[in-house]
């Protein structure tokens, strides 16, 4: 009976609709069908287009850069001036927590990832992300963690532990109530939707690349983002064990962390670091593939040094995991444990330094048109030489010992991460707006971004490395005047103020130009990778014929026309499966419709982890609503998707 | 742009086995994941026990005859699991479903030994430290089993289903059986440290 419906079903059209049969416009017209999300309030709980989900990503992250700039810009205010009595401790405290935890896992990480979910697919050439629904389910997952951190600090109960969440002060005993649970709760959610999108994306590269594109022609934002999710594989688990271990330790009385019964602490900053160290280079590699990708456009020639670049990244994400313990110098190991790790550190300087090197080579000798997002990049490189500069410096014992939690290292990180990622994001919102909305941001408003924002952000910056080599310490709420560091503080306080403002002209330029920008058209900059080969926006289903690439730079290869597939079926969303290495055509491969199940599964997952954020037992009567949210979701009825 | 055709995919099959199929690489991207965790929980337990006095902390090791017949259950399964994958590939309906039927016995068994384990290892997790890590591990690998024991059990009511006819089914049939010898494997360290490692150093 089974066999015969099949049978029928099949019999109706065995072969489908396929590409070459149609008109361009009736191509068109029927992949606009195939591919349409669905509509209506549930409808808007189902989308899983890359691109739609990709755009929601990056609007959340930056209303989560928004919060966190704000929880910076009221500590920057208490510290204007000495003995300053706007903020308490009590407050200061979640405001400094509030903000690193903000900006570490609800802004830099899934802002990378973000680009990439609504970049990669388009660059490789194919019509939507691997696991479509995974990637529903990360949003809503990573939304409801961000919800809520933010609705807990409202309430009072922000984490305030900092960023890092060290135990014993984080553990039962020091810290009472939920805070510390409100954090290591978030870290579930936001890890588990970071990991799920690090799955999509190793997937779409591994086995969608357009046919031809083997690997000395992938993009190198795509290599970038292909490094990035094999460290978030290996990095993260080591924060989700470690933050269950503390929840554990808080609400059902284990001893990991309690010495008094044969816990560690020190387990702990093992713990994290193994996955906070390859952290900073999960924000740091895809922003210098977005680097690579904006300087081979404005210099309008192939980047130099391919080959060294892609392995630069590699080597970048396997030394990010032989870096953690330089975060723990003082915490009395070993000599010769601290000895490898200070080489490991210097190393890292190696391949950075190639990739720099790399980079002005490319933009050497040639006519530069300085236009905003190339600014940013010029930006990027000067802040991020400081910033590595005081890491080399930093990498080193003695010198570790002596700047160790003062603003020196305060300035350190924050030259690597907002110099080194954030300038290239900046770059990359002016370079990619165009494709996303069809509209160019304004140039004029542009350049006054740019110059604010690296104006404003080395004001605020740069004095923290001095008053930090005066030991002024991080984490304190005020300081008494007699120390002197009144007047550095002040300016610093003024230049962040200046590097909001730099945030805020950025909006109006948004705003003001999603209504009334020039029209992009397709390719704005005259750029050479494939995301550039469709319409801005680009349609639900990207391609109306799926490319082939021959050359690293398909757009400037194939000036007259472009080398496509045929023989796909368009009465359902089917793309080209290709082989890993070498990007041979293996398979039509049929992606799923969206369905509600995955929103359905977020919220049965959001359920049972705040429930257990109050009693073990949420663990158990919480699990069975997701396995049957997941069972819905896997479950098939036979659907067109599933013909063979 | 106008275009031209150079590759004709219309004959292209829409489903394939193993590296050719996207689910087994997404299949392979959670085992990634799960090794990466259960390294880091088995670094831990040495980590613990390297810095205690003596291991395991005032408790005898746990009682070795529940773990052993785990050990030799979980590896008896790999049998009819590899016959499985074979069924799969060859497309046998009959011979993969009733693989499905045993792989759900096989999945469900374990979870009744399980509870042996548990009330076998001498100690609480709230006891100390080395208590808190054994629970941990063991209570880790348990969510593995009944995962994949649901997994299997739905992807057995699958295959009886008109779905069963449906090609690509089989493929589904065999990156679950795969994700089976992961479950199975990652057990082999966490025995060893579990029930012989105390005995070792002890």
């Known amino acids: 009976m089974g066999m015969a419906l099949v049978r029928r079903l099949m019999a109706t059209n065995p072969r489908g609709i396929r590409d070459d049969e149609l008109s361009e416009v009736g191509l068109k017209r029927r992949l606009e069908q195939t591919w349409a999300q669905p509509t209506g309030w549930l409808g808007w709980l189902m989308v899983d287009d890359h691109k739609i989900v990709g755009r929601r990503y990056i609007v959340t992250t930056f209303i989560f850069l928004i919060l966190g700039g704000l929880a910076a810009v009221a500590m920057r205010l208490q510290l204007a001036r000495p003995d300053s009595l706007l903020i308490g401790p009590d407050l200061y405290d979640q405001l400094f927590t509030m903000h690193g935890s903000t900006m570490m896992f609800l802004f830099a990480v899934p802002v990378m990832e973000a680009f990439a979910i609504y970049l990669v697919p388009l660059m490789v050439g194919t019509r939507n992300i691997a696991f479509p629904r995974l990637n529903a389910f990360s949003y809503w997952i990573y939304v409801a963690g961000g919800i809520l951190l933010w609705t807990a600090f409202a309430f009072n109960t922000g984490a305030d532990n900092g960023w890092f969440s060290y135990v014993p002060l984080a553990g039962p005993e020091f810290a009472p109530g939920k805070r510390a649970d409100i954090w290591a709760q978030m870290i579930t959610f936001t890890e588990l939707s970071a990991l799920a999108v690090s799955i999509e994306i190793i997937c779409t590269v591994f086995k969608q690349r357009a046919p031809g594109m083997t690997l000395d022609r992938i993009p190198l934002f795509v290599w970038a983002m292909v490094v990035t999710s094999f460290i978030v594989l290996f990095a993260m688990p080591a924060v989700m064990l470690s933050s269950t271990m503390l929840i554990l330790d808080r609400l059902v009385g284990t001893h990991f962390f309690n010495p008094a019964e044969g816990g560690d602490t020190l387990l702990w900053q093992h713990l994290f670091w193994f996955f906070g160290h390859p952290e900073v280079y999960t924000i740091f590699i895809p922003a210098t593939g977005m680097v690579s990708a904006i300087i081979a456009t404005f210099a309008r020639r192939p980047v130099f040094g391919y080959l060294a670049l892609v392995l630069a990244l590699i080597s970048i994400g396997i030394l990010s995991f032989g870096l953690w313990v330089h975060h723990m110098f003082v915490t009395g190991l070993p000599r010769l444990g601290e000895s490898f790790f200070t080489a490991s550190s210097m190393m890292i300087a190696i391949p950075s330094g190639v990739q720099i090197f790399c980079w002005i080579a490319t933009l050497w000798g040639r006519p530069l048109r300085f236009a905003t997002p190339l600014l940013f990049v010029l930006g990027f490189i000067v802040n991020f030489v400081l910033g590595g500069l005081t890491g080399v410096m930093v990498a080193s014992v003695p010198l570790d010992t002596q700047v160790h939690d003062t603003y020196f290292v305060v300035a350190h990180f924050h030259y690597v991460l907002v110099g080194g990622a954030v300038f290239p994001l900046l770059a990359a919102v002016y370079y990619w707006f165009p494709k996303i909305t069809g509209r160019m941001l304004s140039e004029t408003i542009g350049s006054w971004n740019f110059w604010l924002a690296f104006i404003g952000f080395n004001v605020a910056f740069f004095p923290m490395h001095i008053l930090g080599l005066w030991g002024m310490p991080r984490r304190v709420y005020t300081y008494p005047a007699e120390l002197g560091w009144g007047p550095l503080n002040l300016v610093s306080s003024a230049g962040a103020l200046v590097f909001a403002a730099s945030f805020a002209v950025l909006l109006l330029n948004v705003f003001q130009s999603f209504r009334r920008g020039a029209v992009a058209g397709d390719n704005p900059w005259g750029a050479g990778t494939l995301e550039w080969a469709t319409s801005s926006p680009p349609p639900p289903y990207n391609f109306a014929l799926q490319p082939v690439v021959n050359n690293r730079e398909p757009l400037w290869a194939e000036r007259d026309s472009m080398p496509v597939v045929t023989g796909l079926r368009v009465d359902r969303r089917e793309l080209v499966g290709t082989s890993v290495t070498y990007a041979e055509a293996e398979t039509r491969e049929v992606a799923p419709d969206p369905s509600i199940w995955p929103f359905l599964a977020a919220v049965a997952t959001t359920i049972m982890l705040v429930g257990s954020i109050f009693t073990p037992w949420a663990v158990v009567w919480g699990t069975p609503p997701i396995a049957v949210t997941l069972i819905g979701w896997f479950w098939r009825k036979g659907e067109k998707e599933d013909l063979d | ?202």
């Open chain 2, 1 to 202: 742009m106008k275009t031209r055709a150079v590759i004709d995919v219309s004959a292209l099959p829409t489903w394939a086995f193993a590296s050719k199929s996207l689910m087994w690489w997404g299949t392979l991207g959670f085992i990634t994941i799960e090794t990466s965790g259960f390294g880091l929980g088995l670094a831990s337990y040495l980590y613990l026990a390297q810095k205690a006095q003596e291991w395991p902390l005032a408790a005898p090791p746990p009682d070795l005859w529940p773990g052993i017949i785990m050990t030799v259950l979980l590896l008896i399964s790999l049998l009819p699991n590899y016959v499985l994958k074979g069924s799969a590939r060859a497309a046998q309906l009959a011979s993969t479903r009733l693989g499905l039927v045993i792989m759900s016995l096989f999945g469900l068994l374990p979870l009744i030994v399980r509870v042996f384990e548990f009330r076998a290892l001498n100690v609480s997790w709230d006891t100390n430290a080395y208590g808190s890590i054994v629970w941990l591990l063991l209570g880790l690998h348990t969510v593995h089993i009944g995962t994949d024991a649901v997994d299997t059990l739905v992807l057995t009511a699958l295959m009886f289903t008109n779905n069963g006819y449906m090609k690509r089914r089989f493929s589904d049939v065999n990156d679950n059986a795969v994700y089976w010898d992961f479950v199975v494997v990652s057990w082999l360290p966490i025995f060893f440290l579990l029930y012989w490692f105390p005995r070792l150093v002890g």
